[in-house]
């Protein structure tokens, strides 16, 4: 799974694939968190992280949402 940055020990990964699984998604791990977030909604499919960092993948995700949307 690509990393596709990282910041604040922010670590955000997306998987590749042509078939993958709806809805689109990037996996957020933050020190022993892991966590799935949909791209379109910003809402948790799984796991957690803690606030701040959700604040700032949030925030992340708005910025970079159409390259998201397009991988």
């Known amino acids: ?3 596709l940055s990282m910041f604040f020990g922010i670590i ?4 590749y694939a042509p ?3 709806n809805p689109p998604h990037i ?3 933050y020190q022993d968190h892991i966590t799935i977030i ?3 909604t910003c809402n948790t499919l799984v796991g957690e ?3 701040k960092q959700n604040r700032l993948v949030s ?5 970079h ?5 397009a991988n």
């Open 49 to 51: 992280i803690p606030p």
């Open 38 to 40: 949909d791209i379109t």
């Open 12 to 15: 955000v990964r997306m998987y």
């Open 1 to 3: 799974m690509p990393t």
């Open 65 to 69: 949402k159409d390259e998201l949307l």
């Open 27 to 29: 996996h957020v791990y």
């Open 59 to 63: 925030a992340w995700i708005e910025i």
């Open 19 to 21: 078939k993958e699984h």
